[in-house]
């Protein structure tokens, strides 16, 4: 692999998309980390920044709001300004994780509202079609780039307190595919990974998530949970030059556990 790749992380900080940036920084791509952290936490946060240092390449980490369309120009006028001459992003990772958890229905508390919807859909869903066309009209990707995003087994089952996830997921994938579709003549593959559940920061925030682990536990054959580094190598393999004919497609990554 050429040494002019990065890899761009959308929510890199935590989870699936941390593992996959210390993944894809193993086998030698350059790294562009964005997320959204206080400063409280950064001491931590830099411990595994340092990781991907380690391995010899490039980071860049932007602590900004990826979400704020009035300053995504401004983001990538300073991503561009800090990547050196003729290098491009081989690699897009969709790991947006901010949803509205709310029951739809509830006799003592309080319940989804329309902005709930839009705000998780805008998040965990729209974002991918914003960063792809902005990026492709930046003229950052390089040719035969891949997008990879994460989706869940939300996107078909109904889950307590996850229906504002799960629309969003479902829209996720149906931009995957038309994002597939209708970028190819620039050469991008975009897939989606479906996760078995995963013990991350994200699933810790699901109300009832303990349950919702027991049960996985139960389900998965392999008699354990997915591990982010699982999700990693997935993605991984869906970067090499064999996978180039992977497109428009979800691809589960849960051990067997939605077979159940």
């Keep these: 692999m050429k040494n002019s790749y990065w890899a761009l992380i959308l929510?890199?900080?935590?989870?699936?998309?941390?593992?996959?940036?210390?993944?894809?920084?193993?086998?030698?791509?350059?790294?562009?980390?964005?997320?959204?952290?206080?400063?409280?936490?950064?001491?931590?946060?830099?411990?595994?920044?340092?990781?991907?240092?380690?391995?010899?390449?490039?980071?860049?980490?932007?602590?900004?709001?990826?979400?704020?369309?009035?300053?995504?120009?401004?983001?990538?006028?300073?991503?561009?300004?800090?990547?050196?001459?003729?290098h491009q992003i081989k690699v897009m990772i969709h790991s947006v994780a901010k949803g509205t958890l709310k029951p739809m229905y509830s006799e003592n508390r309080s319940t989804l509202v329309d902005t709930d919807f839009r705000i998780t859909f805008d998040a965990m869903a729209l974002s991918l079609y914003d960063w792809t066309k902005a990026l492709a009209m930046a003229d950052l990707f390089a040719d035969d780039a891949r997008i990879i995003s994460f989706t869940s087994e939300g996107n078909t089952k109904a889950l307590p307190n996850y229906s504002a996830v799960s629309v969003a997921k479902v829209a996720l994938e149906a931009l995957t595919r038309s994002i597939a579709l209708e970028f190819a003549p620039m050469g991008i593959k975009a897939n989606c990974i479906q996760a078995g559940i995963t013990m991350t920061k994200s699933l810790s925030m699901i109300p009832g998530y303990e349950k919702i682990k027991e049960n996985a536990l139960k389900r998965n054959p392999q008699n354990r949970l997915t591990m982010p580094e699982d999700v990693a190598n997935a993605v991984y393999l869906l970067t090499m030059d064999e996978a180039k004919w992977i497109t428009g497609t979800v691809i589960k990554v849960d051990g067997g556990e939605s077979l159940m």
Excluded: W
């Excluded at 900004?64 to 800090?82: E, P, T, Y």
């Design 11 to 86: 929510g890199g900080s935590s989870g699936l998309g941390l593992a996959t940036a210390k993944k894809l920084a193993s086998h030698c791509y350059h790294i562009i980390i964005m997320h959204r952290d206080r400063r409280a936490a950064m001491d931590e946060i830099e411990k595994d920044f340092d990781e991907i240092r380690s391995y010899g390449n490039e980071l860049i980490a932007m602590n900004v709001d990826v979400l704020n369309a009035d300053k995504r120009a401004g983001i990538i006028s300073d991503m561009q300004q800090q990547l050196p001459e003729r």
